[in-house]
């Protein structure tokens, strides 16, 4: 790549490094993503962690900062969501995301933005501040949550969340600190995902939803499974919020009693509803509970860290990954 133009923007950040979820894996293998107009090629890295290394007077930035830059952006003509900073929630489609659809993402050992579309980190995070991106995906589910819980009285006390992949983990992590009795479902018995689960104090089950006997006021969907996805609609108390945050894949059928979901729903006055990407504000709130969190905990999820010139080695996953990084400052070593 080419060093960054001025015309991209007054801040320039040099790259740490930038952590791979399934939306990269995806876009690799030609399922999802879309180049920069003009252009044949795509930078991924949307979970990212970077050092300012110049910033304009006034923009309340300084060099040598810890910034993650913000992955969505809105359209050219803002939508009425977009125009008011909820590019999370954008009407037309027009948005840009980097890494993902038509900007570049971070994978790169420079690149330049404008200041309002990074956020500033406590230095006192380090690299542990990769994990921003994933937390505001939990970040913004859990405020959706609390926000259709005022709908009426609501007094939520269980929580289940359905995958202890990075996100799950991180929306346990927010539930714990809310306050609230966890409980994290997913099918591994061995490897850190369990141990991860119990130091946060909540609790981890193997076997399915409705095997565990969780009855849950919030229930947390990171899998995209689609026999998960029915799980955490049929298997929740009256009054539930059930957040989707898993995308599934298309073309697998199951048979379902619509009728008896549908019963269900509207007997117990259930909501269920997707969440997906995060705006300013959800990247605010996961910077406060990032700061908050046990720093011991946090980097236990990183299991892997791979200098970018094996970046091939961080796609090929191992039984015992949770979050797996990609360091750009070792590129020339």
């Not at 001025?6 to 950040?13: F, K, N, R, Y």
């Not at 969501?81 to 038509?102: K, Q, S």
């Not at 980190?121 to 995906?137: A, N």
């Not at 957040?243 to 019963?263: F, H, Y």
């Amino acid at each position: 790549m080419a060093e960054p133009h001025p015309d991209e923007g007054s801040v320039l950040v040099q790259s740490l490094v930038v952590g791979l979820c399934g939306t990269d894996s995806e876009i690799i293998n030609g399922e999802y993503g879309e180049a920069p107009p003009g252009e044949d090629f795509l930078v991924l890295g949307h979970e990212n962690l970077g050092r300012v290394l110049e910033a304009p007077s006034g923009s309340r930035l300084s060099v040598g900062d810890l910034v993650v830059g913000i992955v969505r952006r809105p359209d050219p003509e803002p939508c009425p969501a977009c125009a008011v900073g909820e590019w999370d929630m954008c009407r037309n489609g027009r948005y840009t995301e980097h890494g993902i659809r038509g900007l570049h993402g971070f994978a790169r050992e420079r690149w330049r933005t404008e200041p309002d579309a990074v956020v500033r980190l406590s230095p006192s995070l380090g690299r542990l501040g990769v994990l921003l991106e994933p937390v505001t995906v939990a970040a913004k589910a859990w405020e959706q949550v609390e926000r259709i819980g005022k709908r009426a009285f609501w007094q939520p006390g269980v929580v289940a969340v359905t995958g202890a992949g990075p996100v799950g983990l991180l929306a346990a992590l927010l539930g714990v600190q809310c306050g609230l009795s966890v409980h994290v479902i997913d099918r591994v018995t061995a490897g850190p995902k369990p141990d991860l689960v119990r130091s946060l104090g909540a609790t981890y089950h193997h076997e399915s939803l409705p095997d565990s006997g969780v009855r849950a006021d919030v229930l947390i969907e990171c899998t995209g499974a689609p026999e998960v996805v029915v799980d955490v609609m049929r298997n929740c108390v009256p009054d539930a919020i059930v957040c989707l945050t898993g995308v599934s894949g298309v073309g697998r059928r199951l048979p379902l009693d619509v009728g008896a979901l549908n019963r269900e729903a509207v007997l117990g006055n259930k909501v269920i509803f997707g969440s997906v990407n995060a705006n300013r504000r959800h990247y605010e709130q996961a910077t406060r509970a990032l700061a908050a969190a046990d720093r011991d905990w946090l980097s236990r999820l990183i299991t892997r860290t791979v200098p970018l010139h094996r970046f091939p080695e961080a796609f090929a996953r191992q039984p015992d990954d949770v979050k797996v990084v990609i360091d750009l400052e070792a590129a020339g070593q």
